[in-house]
């Protein structure tokens, strides 16, 4: 059960205990005391029954009722305090390794989202911590409570009639036996269970973000037979739980009944040999049964224990995760934005060949590239090195001279501001999400001003509560255009030197993207930017057009130099000139 990796998770979880020793050992004192009250009450038994009753006189023992309220008193309230510090501490514990959790999960690389799935993640740091503390605090107030109240009953036994102590003895093998096997059965069982309820998150998760092209596509019955064979596959593991976590009750109570058969008519033989008391017989099997329960949590404790271990392997597993890698040491003030390609490569893990190669460009400070090029041909993937979601697996990327590996990360980023294809916004209100990351307080004017830059104004203007609209999960409760904007107006607050654009205007409408391309390119002047745009009518003004192909530059000029070179960019504009006159209309303008 203790093994040396065990032994491990222990010490680690003993660090996050460590700043609460004093209120440890104050509450496993007095969980100590409050099970030390426990054989105080067969020990009471003996005297009452002995000599509390005398018919026609009055009793001695007049204090007895008084001590009996006396002991439930103290041992209620040493219970409760122990029960309340222990509480505390555990849920201190809980709550600390939570924040770390979180605190690291920020602190992870792109490469970790995209390996695990995020059920994983929320489950580890909403479940699992719970889990662990099953194996700290309550373990060791089990161990103290039940462990004392068990010594104790037994010292009193053994006072009280040892002979009868030994016979009684005998069934406890019995009783761990049965009660091992158990528990054995109800883990397996537990294992099961998680792992169930994992398959019907996920089948809810899916059934959620799903939901359009569920109804669209007629997929009801057949993603309610998927939830139906994992909801009932996990109503009869539950049900099998229950069988055996309820067999144990009857089982035991069965063992002990033959303990007391047993003791029963031992003890009428020694009072006929006057050996024992009514009251000696009472206290004993008064004592023998209130060993039942502690004794069966002790024998149970196993499980608890290896649950707790599993699950700290989690967390440990997720605080073990290498965070992104911040070699830097430079850090900038404020970059003028000349950004040297130096034969930059990438290639995703697992992936069979590079998604960039041999990646040449110097980019003047203020310049505005736009990138084109067929979808897969890694424009994204681009625009991912220059913050370092993703780290060039060759070459090198330099801003202002500096390698980007040698600046560190905060620096760097803050230098760029990023607008996304999917922009998903957090569930808060419209103002906020503007304001997003600022460093200062922001007053309403300057996120109306942003706003109004990012031609944001106009829709926000009409909602009801104008900037204190909540935005629900993600934004959903705007349209993918609306959400558009908000991103751009959370650049235009951002005042950053570098400005990186991958289809920012993507979801909007031929009108309003004319709009928000006026706003972009104000907002791009004197800064170094870069714009991927899937209508090259928007991009056509850009100082430099970089067309990529299967991850090379395949061409670059300007718009009108590539359209001379009758290339692929002219290829790609014509095709786009056919299919959508209106957007080469907006184009010669
Ligand atoms: P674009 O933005 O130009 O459409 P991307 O940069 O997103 O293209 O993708 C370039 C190439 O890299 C594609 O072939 C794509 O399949 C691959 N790719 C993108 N993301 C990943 C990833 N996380 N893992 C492996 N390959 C990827
Ligand atoms: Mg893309």
Known sequence: MIDKNNLKLYKRLLIYARPYYKAIGLGSVLAALSAATEPLLPALMKPMLDQGFRFGERSPLIWLPFAVVGIFFLRGALGFASTYIMAWVQNKIVYQIRLDMFAHLLRLPNTYFQKYPSAKTINRITNDVNGVTSASTTVLLTIIKDGVTVIGLFAWLLYLNWQLMLIAVTVVPVLMISVRKLSKRLRRLMHAEHDNMVMMT???????????????????????????????????????????????????????????????????????????????????????????????????????????????????????????????????????????????????????????????????????????????????????????????????????????????????????????????????TIANNIAFGATRQLSLEEIRAAAKAAHALEFIDTLPDGFDTLVGEGGMRLSGGQRQRIAIARAVLKNAPILILDEATSALDNESERYVQAALDELMVGRTSFVIAHRLSTIENADRIVVLKEGRIAEIGTHAELLALNGIYAYLHQVQGDAKPAAAATGDA
């Open 202 to 428: 996920t089948a809810i998760q899916e059934a959620i973000s799903n939901q359009k092209v569920i109804k669209v596509y007629g997929g009801e019955a057949q993603e309610v037979s998927r939830f139906d064979r994992v909801a009932n596959y996990l109503r009869g593991i539950l049900m099998r739980g229950t069988v055996s976590a309820a067999l144990g009750t009857p089982i035991t109570q069965l063992t002990s009944a033959f303990a007391v058969a047993i003791i029963i008519a031992v003890a009428m033989y020694q009072s006929a040999e006057g050996m024992t008391t009514i009251g000696g017989f009472a206290s004993f099997i008064t004592a023998t049964l209130m060993m039942n329960a502690p004794m069966k949590r002790l024998a149970d404790l196993n499980a608890p224990i290896q649950r707790g271990l599993a699950a700290a392997e989690h967390i440990f597993a997720l605080l073990d995760e290498a965070p992104e890698r911040d070699t830097g040491s430079v850090t900038l003030d404020k970059v003028r934005g000349d950004i040297v390609f130096d034969r930059v490569s990438y290639r995703y893990p697992e992936a069979e060949r590079d998604a960039l190669s041999a990646i040449d460009l110097v980019v003047r400070p203020g310049e505005r590239i736009a990138l084109v090029g067929p979808s897969g041909s890694g424009k994204s993937t681009f625009a991912n090195l220059l913050p370092n979601f993703l780290h060039v697996t060759g070459g090198e990327i330099r801003i202002d001279g500096h390698p980007i590996d040698s600046i560190h990360l905060t620096s760097l980023r803050q230098q760029m501001a990023l607008v996304t294809q999917e922009v998903l916004l957090f569930n808060d």
